[in-house]
């Protein structure tokens, strides 16, 4: 990963929002973000870009000079400094958009930003710097089911966050730092809302079909 400085002194988006489609998806921890971003892959051609993933990648890259920071961030459920996770957005947009380009071309890009942006600066240093979001798609879901989805998840899962302690903190970020995120895009009508709650299916169907009336058959 190169320096971080680069997206803090630009003055115009790397993408263009005529070329480069992106759709931000929020939710508190365990909403079923993950899970529906899946699926609107397949259906829709969206490229999935979990910001969250790419941290836990960066943080056991051999080199990085972030892993024991983002560690810490993750086990407590803080947030990682902006500069680090825009970037790594960034370059994971640039690396698919290459890859397109080399094969097929022409194609315009969609991406779908999965658990983020989680704090007002990263929303305002994204879309100034990499590109303007078309929407939100905001999975409402409360928080004792998404305490049993993350307990249960858990079992398995492997991660350092997905424990009783991590849970409690997470969801104290989600409320004091995350959802004023969502309410900034709600007052500007760019957030998509679905009640999470339902099984996935239910709320697939859901999703699909308010997505399709704002983003139009043809997307
Ligand atoms: N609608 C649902 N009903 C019940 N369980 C669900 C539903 N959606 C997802 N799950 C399960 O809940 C857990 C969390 O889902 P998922 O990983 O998609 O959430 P997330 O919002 O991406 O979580 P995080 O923010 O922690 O990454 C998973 O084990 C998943 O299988
Ligand atoms: O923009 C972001 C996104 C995530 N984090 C940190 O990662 C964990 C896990 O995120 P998931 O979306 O649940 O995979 C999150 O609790 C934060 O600590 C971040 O700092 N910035």
């Known amino acids: 990963?190169?320096?971080?400085?680069?997206?803090?002194?630009?003055?115009?988006?790397?993408?263009?929002?005529?070329?480069?489609?992106?759709?931000?998806?929020?939710?508190?921890p365990g909403a079923g973000k993950g899970t529906q971003c899946a699926r609107l892959v397949e259906d829709f051609g969206f490229t999935h870009l979990s910001a969250g993933d790419l941290l836990r990648a960066e943080q056991t890259?051999?080199?990085?000079?972030?892993?024991?920071?983002?560690?810490?961030?993750?086990?407590?459920?803080?947030i990682v400094p902006m500069e680090v996770t825009v970037q790594l957005l960034e370059n994971a947009m640039k690396d698919t958009i290459a890859a397109v380009?080399?094969?097929?071309?022409?194609?315009?890009?969609?991406?779908?930003?999965?658990?983020?942006?989680?704090?007002?600066?990263?929303?305002?240093?994204?879309?100034?710097?990499v590109c303007p979001a078309r929407l939100v798609l905001f999975f409402d879901c409360p928080e004792d089911e998404m305490e049993r989805r993350l307990l249960e998840r858990g079992k398995t899962s492997g991660r350092s966050d997905d424990n009783a302690d991590s849970i409690r903190k997470r969801f104290r970020t989600f409320v004091e730092t995350s959802m004023p995120v969502v309410d900034h895009y709600e007052k500007e009508g760019r957030v998509?809302?679905?009640?999470?709650?339902?099984?996935?299916?239910?709320?697939?169907?859901?999703?699909?079909?308010?997505?399709?009336?704002?983003?139009?058959?043809?997307?």
């Open 192 to 219: 998509i809302k679905v009640d999470a709650t339902p099984a996935p299916d239910a709320v697939y169907r859901d999703t699909q079909a308010k997505l399709t009336k704002v983003l139009g058959d043809n997307f």
């Open 1 to 28: 990963m190169p320096a971080v400085p680069p997206v803090a002194s630009k003055t115009s988006p790397t993408f263009s929002p005529n070329d480069v489609t992106v759709l931000f998806v929020l939710g508190g």
């Open 101 to 129: 380009r080399g094969g097929s071309g022409g194609a315009k890009a969609r991406f779908l930003i999965d658990g983020f942006p989680r704090k007002m600066d990263q929303a305002f240093k994204f879309e100034e710097a």
């Open 61 to 78: 890259r051999e080199g990085s000079e972030f892993g024991a920071l983002i560690r810490d961030c993750i086990k407590d459920g803080s």
